[in-house]
């Protein structure tokens, strides 16, 4: 079945920590898309890339890096600069077409 | 800058009732609408989309109004169902900007016996 896998499900982080969410598709998408989720706000743009070895950044990069060395994998590293990571992090894909595959998300707390 | 807003926040009905959640954009240049539906724990799924060249689109019980002048759209569930209890999007893009989707802050739909 053709979908989007995001790992882990779930992931704890440590004061001061970077860590790294996995996003792979095998639909053959070219663009790859992270969104940011949080209670009463929707979900907003972290970063996106339209082909490989290109992305650009979304409306809240800040604390947050990416890579797309690969069509079908998008890592998102939540770094130490990011003050406030706890969140449900959404990764997503798009064909040529407009509407957009969803992961199943990774659920981040700091601890 | 919020670009998209969605209300009501919270809507609860009764098995049968006929849901209405709204959405207003500001940017004239979005020209793809679509509304995604998210049960707890998982990544929203496109239910239907709509472009400004038609004022209504219908797929099952699903339907969207779009008013181009008002730069309003809503979601009508038809006969809702318990199973239809989840949070729902409205999105919008424009073409020029990587067909990048700015959300709505959703709207938690709870559907009673």
């Known amino acids: 079945d053709g979908g989007i896998t995001q790992s882990p499900k779930y992931l704890f982080r440590k004061e001061g920590q970077n860590v790294t969410l996995s996003c792979e598709q095998n639909?053959?998408?070219?663009?790859m898309y992270w969104y940011r989720q949080d209670p009463g706000q929707g979900l907003r743009l972290i970063y996106y890339?339209?082909?490989?070895?290109?992305?650009q950044k979304g409306d809240i990069a800040e604390g947050y890096s990416v890579s797309r060395e690969k069509k079908e994998s998008f890592p998102l590293t939540v770094t130490s600069a990011q003050k406030n990571p706890t969140a449900f992090y959404l990764c997503?894909?798009?064909?040529?077409?407009?509407?957009?595959?969803f992961g199943s998300g990774t659920r981040l707390t700091v601890v | 800058q919020q670009q998209v807003k969605q209300s009501p926040q919270s809507l609860i009905v009764q098995k049968g009732g006929i849901p209405i959640i709204n959405c207003a954009y500001e940017?004239?240049?979005?020209?793809?609408f679509p509304w995604y539906q998210q049960f707890p724990g998982k990544g929203p799924a496109l239910l239907i989309a709509i472009r400004p060249d038609v004022s209504e689109k219908k797929e099952g019980r699903f339907t969207i109004s779009f008013n181009k002048s008002a730069k309003q759209f809503s979601l009508h569930i038809m006969d809702s169902q318990p199973g239809d209890s989840a949070t729902y999007f409205c999105?919008?893009?424009?073409?020029?900007?990587?067909?990048?989707?700015?959300f709505g802050t959703g709207t938690r739909l709870q559907v009673t016996l």
């Open positions: 890339s339209q082909i490989v070895n290109d992305f």
């Open positions: 940017n004239t240049a979005f020209d793809y």
């Open positions: 997503a894909s798009r064909t040529g077409g407009r509407g957009y595959t």
């Open positions: 639909l053959n998408h070219d663009a």
């Open positions: 999105a919008a893009s424009n073409p020029g900007t990587a067909s990048k989707l700015t």
